[in-house]
């Protein structure tokens, strides 16, 4: 099946394509946005990226599994990414994790309809370990009891990578 | 650094924290945003880049370069420049550059201008990285607010004077923060480093010769600017000019990210700004400026936390620093660390060091980009043994294996900036600290 851009999506890449001398570089801003048309990058969504950008499929292929936001699979709606690095091992992130798990019955890397769960290196917000990033929101100074509140926040108002593209 | 010196004293890239207004375009410019803009571009290029030497700022990422120097290795001749910014923060345990970003995104527009127009750089870019979702969004609206007010665009300020700035988001991956695979990532290719040299002063993006700074060290350059290279270097400590942000987390009473002044100790950043180590305890390790960085122990304390300093240790015998060697102080004992990139993390005496080497092992596991064998293979096997470590405690052997492993990564290859602490984390643990949790 071939997928194609919506017509804003298309606008913007060519928008962005006049602010490099190639195309090639658009390639990472071309596949947020493919992921956040199409949910995830499937081959349809790396063949749309190259035709789009007159890349090989090959380039597009390595751009799309080298960096790890880009997902090849479907995913929840919200992608909680939560920091366990030494900051938060700290301050017991790994405890907020495995209560992220339970609550959400995922293992690190799962996902349902609603969330994918990520088990995340350093997200930049070490002075207030452990913490975690939903999107354009931060939640920070954790304690694992805090988690079903945060759980049933996200449920009400998502808050998707998608919406940032 | 003279004891009178208040810790809350200066305020220089945080002067708008906490101001939510100076956001946007008319709240920064309310708050004098802007105001020396037309003065530094009526300048001669050549001058500011003196007057940023003169001033001693040093990059703010994590290894202390001084920026005017690096500014000056440009080709005179050089036909189209470019000025990027590295907003790819990732070390952990450092938080500076988001919050930066965050309270006062046009200082970071401001400041790359002026660099700019002493670079003659024409097209240049924000590299910020993907999980910066917010400050993404600040950025971009910034940069979209300076372009309708004519600080940004083909003719700033009816100057004559093009200045094009682009925000590209990254995606996820460490290893953008080190600047020749910053420059293949804003290329549209997979994020791994360049050999050096060239140096991407002589040829980085597109070919072109290239300036890679912090945000930090842009964030500075109007005010030095404004205020003069001597003020700023009065500020400083040694060859170091200006303030210093530094991010604690761990173990102390009050973490935060604090601009405080070059030179402070570790000791008084933990005991007079964070309130001490937490629950009363005592130091048992501090990792000084991001996780690739050596730690120290509670007997090194008392050494600023400067980058000459840190690699040294002056109270044993002053020596001439080259930024690029750390030098054996024969008798003495040399520290062999660095300031890094301010993000301090404190480790109580209680602090489970063996899984804390294994956490740090993993991760530079996790993020190695896979161009070369001996990381990506090594780091695999530094996760292999730590987590045995972690599990029933470091043997004598262990420690061989993770010499052998990282004493493989050759000087010749492109992310070397890692194996000193894959080495230096082991020996901690080797050291002797037997697991608190042997269930592992």
């Known amino acids: 099946m071939s997928l194609e851009f919506s017509a804003a999506a298309r606008s913007k890449i060519e928008a962005l394509c006049a602010r490099y001398p190639t195309k090639q570089p658009v390639v990472m801003a071309a596949l947020h946005l493919a992921q956040k048309e199409h949910g995830h990058l499937s081959d349809d969504a790396l063949r749309l990226v190259a035709k789009t950008l007159d890349l090989p499929y090959a380039h597009v292929y390595g751009v799309a599994t080298f960096y790890t936001m880009y997902r090849r699979e479907p995913g929840g709606v919200t992608t909680i990414r939560m920091c366990t690095n030494i900051s938060c091992m700290l301050r017991r992130g790994y405890e907020v994790l495995a209560a992220f798990e339970s609550q959400l019955g995922l293992k690190k890397g799962e996902s349902n309809k609603k969330f994918t769960l990520v088990e995340e290196e350093c997200i930049a917000a070490c002075a207030n370990a452990p913490c975690a990033v939903v999107g354009t929101k931060y939640f920070l100074d954790i304690t694992p009891d805090q988690v079903p509140k945060i759980i049933a926040e996200l449920e009400g108002s998502p808050s998707p990578e998608s919406e940032v593209v | ?440």
């Open chain 2, 1 to 440: 650094m003279p004891a009178d010196r208040s810790f809350t004293s200066v305020k220089l890239v945080t002067q708008r924290f906490g101001n939510e207004k100076a956001r946007t375009l008319a709240g920064y410019e309310a708050t004098g945003g802007y105001g020396s803009l037309r003065k530094a571009l009526a300048m001669r290029p050549e001058d500011i880049t003196a007057e940023v030497k003169a001033s001693n700022l040093r990059g703010r990422g994590g290894a202390g370069f001084a920026t005017g120097v690096k500014w000056g290795f440009v080709p005179k001749d050089a036909k189209q420049v470019h000025l990027v910014c590295n907003a790819d923060e990732s070390e952990p345990g450092t938080c500076k550059d988001r919050e930066l970003m965050y309270w006062d995104p046009h200082l970071l527009i401001e400041g790359m201008i002026m660099s700019a127009h002493a670079l003659r750089a024409v097209h240049n870019y924000i590299y910020i990285r993907g999980e910066m979702m917010r400050e993404y969004v600040v950025l971009q609206k910034a940069v979209d607010e300076a372009y309708a007010r004519g600080y940004l665009g083909k003719n700033i300020l009816g100057t004559g004077i093009e200045c094009q700035l682009t925000v590209h988001r990254g995606a996820g991956a460490y290893i953008c923060g080190e600047e020749t695979a910053l420059l293949n990532s804003l290329e549209g290719e997979r994020g791994q480093p360049r050999l050096k040299p060239p140096f991407p002063a002589v040829k980085g993006l597109f070919g072109n010769p290239t300036i890679v700074n912090n945000v930090e060290t842009l964030m500075n350059v109007p005010l030095i600017l404004d205020k003069g290279a001597a003020w700023f270097a009065e500020l400083g400590m040694g060859r170091s000019g200006g303030t210093r942000m530094l991010c604690v987390s761990g173990h102390v009473e009050k973490p935060g990210v604090f601009e405080l002044p070059m030179g402070i100790t570790t000791r008084q950043l933990i005991d007079e700004v964070c309130g001490g180590v937490w629950k009363g305890r005592k130091v048992k390790a501090v990792i000084p400026g991001g996780v690739s960085m050596p730690p120290l122990d509670e007997s090194e304390l008392d050494v600023p936390i400067e980058f000459d300093a840190l690699q040294t240790d002056e109270r044993i015998k002053p020596v001439m620093v080259r930024p690029d060697k750390q030098f054996d102080l024969g008798g003495g004992r040399p520290l062999r660390t660095m300031a890094g990139s301010g993000g301090v993390v404190v480790l109580d005496d209680q602090a489970d060091i063996p899984m804390a080497v294994w956490r740090i092992m993993k991760f530079f596991w996790h993020e190695s980009c896979g161009q070369c064998t001996p990381c990506r293979e090594g780091t695999g096997w530094l996760e292999k043994v730590s987590r045995r470590g972690r599990c029933s405690g470091f043997s004598p052997s262990s420690a061989p294996i993770s010499r052998r492993s990282s004493g493989r990564i050759g000087p010749r290859d492109a992310h070397r900036f890692v194996r000193d602490v894959r080495a230096r984390s082991f020996d901690l643990g080797a050291r002797g600290v037997r697991p608190t949790n042997p269930a592992g």
